[in-house]
T-cell receptor, first 112, second 113 residues
């Protein structure tokens, strides 16, 4: 079946550091890929998405590129802020179930 | 502003009680979902529904049931709550199609004592 693997957290960075959160997937075909973010005490919200190979999704300074060769969708940001502290989830669209399959989440802590 | 609302943010129930978690969306979405979120396990799909009165089992349906009598409302039922059902429960809705955003409610933190 389809699955998503994310790097273990927590990831602790200083403000203005470069961020990478790794995400790889296993799926049939080329599913749409998503990054969701969950701020403390809130539900998940969409951060960015990519619907086909080589697409780059971007939002709020975050970027991720759909790499079919490596089945990856790594999340990057050039300079993190304290306000980016949250849990980040990578997900793919499972067409068979018409539902998203999520990774286990990666907690990011940014220190001033 | 699109919205998915859940009936409670926090809930405390006793073992053996029947528990109802309600979810309402105002976006006329066909698809609705119930997940539970546990540390280190991410989000696991319990049940989903792609139409009124339709339901499909997700990855962990045991101990749960659902009801969808109206398009905007999707209820999760714990027939006899147990302590291992203590968790954060997230409802979501989504339009049909492979690149549409899935919208989430704020979650209900359920504690079963």
């Amino acid at each position: 079946g389809n699955s998503v693997t994310q790097m273990e957290g927590p990831v602790t960075l200083s403000e203005e550091a470069f961020l990478t959160i790794n995400c790889t997937y296993t799926a049939t075909g080329y599913p749409s890929l998503f990054w969701y973010v969950q701020y403390p005490g809130e539900g998940l919200q969409l951060l960015l998405k990519a619907t086909k190979a080589d697409d780059k999704g971007s939002n709020k300074g975050f970027e991720a590129t759909y790499r079919k060769e490596t089945t990856s969708f790594h999340l990057e940001k050039g300079s993190v802020q304290v306000s980016d502290s949250a849990v980040y989830f990578c997900a793919l669209y499972d067409a068979g179930r018409r539902a998203l399959t999520f990774g286990s989440g990666t907690r990011l802590q940014v220190q001033p | 502003d699109v919205k998915v609302t859940q009936s409670s943010r926090y809930l405390v129930k006793r073992t053996g009680e029947k528990v109802f978690l309600e979810c309402v969306q105002d976006m006329d979405h066909e698809n609705m979902f119930w997940y539970r979120q546990d540390p280190g396990l991410g989000l696991r799909l319990i049940y989903f529904s792609y139409d009124v009165k339709m339901k499909e089992k997700g990855d962990i349906p045991e101990g749960y049931s659902v009801s969808r009598e109206k398009k905007e409302r999707f209820s999760l039922i714990l027939e006899s709550a147990s302590t291992n059902q203590t968790s954060m429960y997230l409802c979501a809705s989504r339009a049909t199609g492979d690149n549409y955003e899935q919208y989430f409610g704020p979650g209900t933190r359920l504690t079963v004592t």
